[in-house]
């Protein structure tokens, strides 16, 4: 509900939508941009001249771009966020937030 002071979106339910603050978590860069997943029953040189949804890496960035744009425009107040750790594997930063400056508060966490 709308209503409600905190909501839990994904990213296109949020895509839209005016809120006055908002968090924006999961951008690390093995989930921002996905990997391209290519429909298994469609060839894929179809799919990529059709620019179809997931078919090209070159395609999730574009259309990841446009989402995150949406986003960042939504709100006058916005954290982002990216996981460092995902079990043993080291995760970064997603190449599409670099250019945002990382707040001092935010390496405290650990």
């Known amino acids: 509900s709308s209503n409600q002071?905190?909501?839990i979106l994904g990213m296109l339910?949020?895509?839209g939508t005016e809120f006055k603050k908002m968090w924006i978590m999961g951008l690390d860069d093995e989930?921002?941009?996905?990997?391209?997943t290519p429909?298994?029953?469609?060839?894929?040189?179809?799919?990529r001249q059709l620019a179809m949804p997931h078919a090209s890496a070159t395609r999730e960035l574009i259309y990841c771009q446009q989402i995150q744009q949406r986003?960042?425009?939504?709100s006058p107040?916005?954290?982002?966020?990216?996981?460092?750790?995902?079990?043993?594997?080291?995760?970064?930063?997603?190449?599409?937030?670099?250019?945002?400056?990382?707040?001092a508060w935010s390496t405290s966490f650990a």
């Open 77 to 103: 107040e916005i954290i982002i966020s990216s996981a460092q750790q995902q079990e043993d594997k080291k995760l970064f930063a997603s190449q599409l937030i670099k250019f945002i400056p990382i707040s």
């Open 31 to 36: 989930s921002w941009p996905p990997s391209a």
């Open 39 to 47: 429909n298994p029953f469609l060839p894929v040189l179809l799919q």
């Open 71 to 74: 986003l960042f425009a939504s």
């Open 13 to 15: 339910e949020a895509g």
């Open 5 to 7: 002071p905190i909501q």
